[in-house]
């Protein structure tokens, strides 16, 4: 008992403030079920948890797609949050409305989509945050400036990246850190505690212990990631923590302790590794057709700035549409991440594609049968690629990649047919490894990549497992010419290619030259391929010219139908797209039921036909990733030049049925 007038001893507790933050993000193009037993599992028992304990004030972080979900699916949930905000039992962190990599996207869009969240969170729960959660945890110096002028006064950080810029290991408030002038608070969340919250372990006791032995009083940051469908572990010890409170504890937000007390100094935080997310060829293709839908977006907004804010409201739709294709998870090559979930890469590419052709039609309202031609360095590799587009497709075809087309987009569908993780033909069984695994060479795993390859003499059921006899695949073509004539409708491009290879027939090596010219028109959908190819020498025996196609339109949802038709007839043994096989035919077209889209490859003669899945690891229900197709022509020992037409034709569903000449060959 102390006498009168002297200082009642401070209880341990009394020294520690606690900052609980909750994080839970789901990708777009997650399953509505998956989302469904989500909310289930872990929004609605913290929900009731925070409502049955008064002393329980969390820090809540939800991404756009679960905002989104609550809103439309459970909107007596997000009302039960709105009412909780109120009260004073949670702050919000925004940051980027879809959980972009901040670093990784255009300026005005990580900007745009730190604003998004504000505001959604704004209209919905009645409260702008003031902290923003940092996707992955990847920083990168500007990502100070970004978050600041979206709005942010701070952000949570791994405190190892903390530790990395120098400050001090430990419990410990707040740290200052800014970019070209914009000052940024930042918390470290302490990565001890957050273990022993997922391993159940007695954390409140080793709290105590820590604050009796601080001699001034400190904060610390604990993040609970939401992890697969399990609850929260920090709702099922709000009981123990009101009793913490009871002791002293102070339970509060990040906003208000930046506030109440003094930064630790200023630190910079060195850049993260975001590189790995553009590691693997895959990615690196989603995150550059990404970028051009944002150039994309962003000259039809320059056009119609002028024009007021009535005909900038109508930029909302492809707004929403490029934030979503910007999700961090379809470049993820970890488990869940959209390098073996082929339905979230279709997700991204299906919003890129969507944001393209709604801002196109906002200054064009009757595009009509027009063709656009453009030489650019889209995938920055400082090269040239080549785009064809009109209200059919879009088209990329690379020179420097083996003449290879690394895109193909049906518009009309909002369809992606080449958006894959894949090798080239060389395995049987068609499959692929994940993470750092996967082979790093674009051009392999491409579409109209092409082979010289000894006659099969496999049975039917495969592609030919064996090198190439000529490695054209892999070389870099040459831009000869890129014409256009016609006008309007009428106007027809096309682009000539060249390579120089050797062929490898037994002990002798025979010169080649290939010519490739792809022809694209503005009134079809049609995107025509003629190859003419010389030899120095006649060929001593027989010889394989295969033209390779990977079309990942048989991967969507798993489950979901796909098939194959050759010369018009459905073969119902590839639906699911796990089955391998042969045929002799002029054409052969892959269907998806979901997308409502084929893409049809047409020949003027009748050549072999193998088709094989890709999928990734050796699990035979594993969802495929995509579908190859080697068309193979028989190329007669004695003879020195081969010429052969093949015809790219994307299509809804109904449209080929439709069309009058359907099965009708190229013409040369």
């Avoid at 795993?445 to 592609?463: H, I, K, T, Y």
């Avoid at 027809?492 to 050797?502: K, N, P, S, Y």
């Avoid at 490739?516 to 003419?532: E, G, I």
């Avoid at 196609?549 to 043994?573: C, K, T």
């Amino acid at each position: 008992m102390t006498s009168r007038g002297q200082r009642r001893p401070v209880s341990d507790m009394a020294r520690l403030t606690l900052h609980l933050v909750l994080h839970d993000h789901q990708p777009v193009g997650q399953l509505p079920a998956v989302l469904d037993a989500i909310v289930a599992a872990r929004h609605e028992p913290l929900i009731e948890a925070l409502e049955r304990c008064d002393a329980a004030r969390v820090t809540l972080h939800l991404s756009g797609v679960l905002l989104e979900w609550l809103d439309r699916h459970h909107s007596r949930l997000l009302e039960r949050l709105a009412r909780l905000t109120a009260k004073g039992r949670i702050e919000w962190l925004g940051g980027g409305f879809y959980e972009p990599v901040l670093a990784l996207i255009p300026y005005k869009d990580a900007v745009g989509q730190i604003e998004m969240s504000a505001g959604y969170l704004e209209r919905r729960v009645g409260a702008r945050p003031e902290g923003a959660w940092v996707t992955d945890g990847t920083w990168d110096p500007k990502v100070a400036e970004l978050l600041v002028d979206g709005g942010a006064r701070y952000c949570v950080l791994d405190e190892e990246l903390i530790a990395a810029a120098g400050a001090a290991r430990g419990l410990g408030g707040w740290f200052a850190t800014e970019h070209a002038g914009r000052a940024l608070a930042v918390l470290p969340s302490d990565q001890r505690f957050g273990q022993m919250i997922a391993a159940g372990q007695p954390w409140l006791a080793s709290l105590q212990a820590v604050a009796s032995a601080e001699p001034d009083e400190t904060c610390l940051t604990l993040v609970d990631r939401a992890v697969a469908a399990q609850p929260f572990a920090l709702p099922d010890q709000f009981d123990e923590l009101a009793r913490a409170c009871e002791a002293g504890l102070r339970l509060a937000f990040p906003s208000e302790t930046i506030r109440r007390l003094a930064g630790r100094g200023r630190i910079y935080p060195p850049a993260a590794d975001r590189g790995r997310f553009l590691r693997n060829p895959c990615s690196d293709r989603l995150h550059k057709r990404m970028i051009e839908a944002s150039r994309r977006y962003a000259a039809v907004a320059r056009v119609l700035r002028n024009e007021g804010w009535r005909a900038l409201s109508t930029l909302s739709r492809p707004r929403r549409a490029l934030y979503r294709s910007q999700c961090h998870n379809a470049y993820d090559a970890g488990v869940g991440g959209g390098l073996i979930e082929p339905h979230l890469r279709a997700a991204v590419q299906s919003a890129a594609i969507e944001a393209e052709c709604v801002a196109d039609a906002l200054v064009h309202a009757d595009p009509g049968d027009t063709l656009e031609v453009s030489l650019r360095d889209l995938y920055a590799d400082l090269g040239t690629a080549t785009s064809l587009r009109n209200r059919h497709y879009h088209a990329v075809i690379r020179p420097e990649a083996g003449g290879t087309l690394s895109a193909l987009d049906h518009l009309p569908t909002r369809t992606a047919l080449h958006d894959l993780v894949g090798r080239g033909c060389s395995s049987t069984s068609r499959r692929t490894t994940h993470h750092d695994g996967v082979d790093a060479d674009d051009a392999v795993g491409a579409s109209l990549r092409d082979r010289f390859l000894a006659p099969a003499e496999a049975a039917p059921g495969g592609l030919q497992d064996g090198a190439d006899l000529a490695d054209l695949g892999r070389a870099r073509y040459r831009l000869m010419a890129l014409e256009s004539r016609g006008r309007g409708s009428d106007e027809v491009a096309e682009l000539i290619l060249a390579a120089d290879g050797v062929l490898r027939v037994g002990a002798e090596e025979i010169p080649i030259g290939l010519l490739k010219t792809v022809v694209a028109q503005a009134n079809t959908a049609t995107l025509d391929v003629r190859y003419h190819i010389d030899l120095a020498a006649p060929l001593p025996v027989d010889v394989d010219f295969g033209v390779e196609f990977n079309w990942s339109l048989a991967a969507s949802l798993p489950g979901a139908p796909s098939w194959l038709e050759v010369d018009g007839q459905r073969v119902d043994e590839v639906v699911g797209g796990q089955a391998s096989g042969r045929a002799s035919a002029s054409s052969i077209a892959v269907c998806g039921a979901i997308s409502q889209c084929r893409v049809v490859v047409r020949s003027d003669v009748p050549v072999a036909i193998d088709w094989a899945p890709i999928c990734v690891d050796d699990d035979p229900n594993e969802t495929p990733q995509a579908l190859a197709l080697l068309l193979r022509r028989r190329w007669r020992a004695g003879t020195s030049t081969l010429d052969w037409c093949l015809a790219i034709e994307p299509t809804t569903m109904g449209e080929l049925a439709q069309a009058t000449d359907a099965g009708a060959p190229p013409q040369p």
